[in-house]
């Protein structure tokens, strides 16, 4: 915040030679308090795969649809479940496991929002992959998740099939 400040104090003299005191004293307290305002916006990112280990793994296939839930977090500043209003962004991406489909989506609140669909044939040795991502409004409390439906799986080796995401920006309620 001081080096923000201190640019700042820069800009103010700058224009000194044009600004009476009082109007570069009032100039000083509204950027001042602009840089505040924005340095105590919201950090919210998150990274997170399957699998804590390096070891192969698949997941599915299931009878209905089920909730993936990831194991090796890289990155949590903040919760998958929204702490406040604004835009936010999310991926994911599944490799396909040994049902040979992957079919997956990121539901906001139980709603679909975004989906991967893949084929392969896990017998050849050969992985398809695929990935999405979206920009979604959400407020305080929204949660944000990704299924596996029913008769397809993943396969994870702790950085392959992952989910991501982070705040763009706050959202006033205004």
């Not at 990274?47 to 390096?54: F, I, K, M, N």
């Not at 496991?97 to 139980?110: F, R």
């Not at 959400?138 to 998740?145: I, P």
Request: proline share 3%.
């Amino acid at each position: 915040m001081e080096s923000v400040l201190a640019v700042v104090v820069l800009l103010c003299c700058c224009v000194v030679e044009t600004q009476t005191e009082s109007e570069v004293d009032g100039l000083l307290r509204e950027l001042t308090a602009r840089v505040e305002k924005l340095e105590s916006k919201p950090k919210v990112a998150f990274t997170a795969s399957l699998r804590v280990s390096d070891e192969h793994y698949h997941l599915g296939p299931f009878e209905k649809y089920t909730t993936v839930v990831y194991k090796k977090v890289t990155t949590n500043i903040g919760v998958f479940t929204a702490p406040v209003r604004g835009a936010y962004y999310f991926t994911f991406t599944c490799n396909v496991g040994n049902s040979g489909k992957a079919n997956a989506a990121l539901l906001k609140n139980g709603v679909n929002m975004a989906a991967v669909y893949e084929y392969a044939d896990p017998k050849s040795g050969v992985y398809h992959s695929g990935a999405n991502g979206v920009i979604l409004d959400l407020v305080e409390g929204d949660k944000v998740y990704v299924v596996l439906w029913s008769g397809s799986s993943i396969f994870d080796n702790s950085r392959i099939s992952m989910f991501s995401g982070y705040l763009l920006f706050p959202i006033d309620n205004k």
